[in-house]
């Protein structure tokens, strides 16, 4: 059986890898930060697709217009708070439409993903995100 002969290092190779390793980790620490980057903005995307859900749930079970806007701002800031999300100044609107039954209630949450944090440079970076649900009202519900 025959091995193949360790080749010898010359002078000219020495040294090489520590180059290599040093002009690599930039690149990679700024894929890593894209990544981490991405990953924020889909969580954030989910928490606010669920806090509007919430919200116009909330505001569809409402017996008034104050109160399903109170209600639906209270649960979509708790959904928030719970989540620990990275969405700052959120905010909602709330459309109920007149609570009438068979009608439907709509909640629209904008919040903003800071990105900012991650290369501790303060580098700018904000994603605005929005996300709408819809909730009917009960058909066979009395009028307030």
Do not use: W, Y
Not at 17 to 45: H, I, K, Q, S
């Amino acid at each position: 059986m025959n091995r193949p002969q360790p080749q010898h290092r010359t002078a000219v190779d020495k040294g090489s890898a520590a180059v290599e390793m040093v002009l690599a980790t930039p690149l990679l620490v700024l894929v890593l930060l894209t990544v981490v980057a991405l990953g924020r903005v889909a969580d954030a995307r989910l928490i606010v697709s669920d806090a509007a859900h919430q919200a116009a749930r909330a505001a569809s079970l409402a017996r008034t217009d104050t109160e399903a806007h109170a209600s639906a701002q209270s649960i979509a800031h708790t959904t928030f708070t719970d989540a620990h999300s990275a969405c700052t100044h959120p905010r909602v609107t709330i459309d109920t439409d007149g609570l009438t039954p068979g009608s439907s209630t709509a909640a629209t949450v904008t919040c903003t993903a800071d990105l900012g944090d991650l290369t501790h440079i303060g580098m700018p970076g904000t994603v605005t995100i929005t996300g709408t649900a819809h909730s009917p009202v009960d058909r066979f519900r009395s009028s307030p």
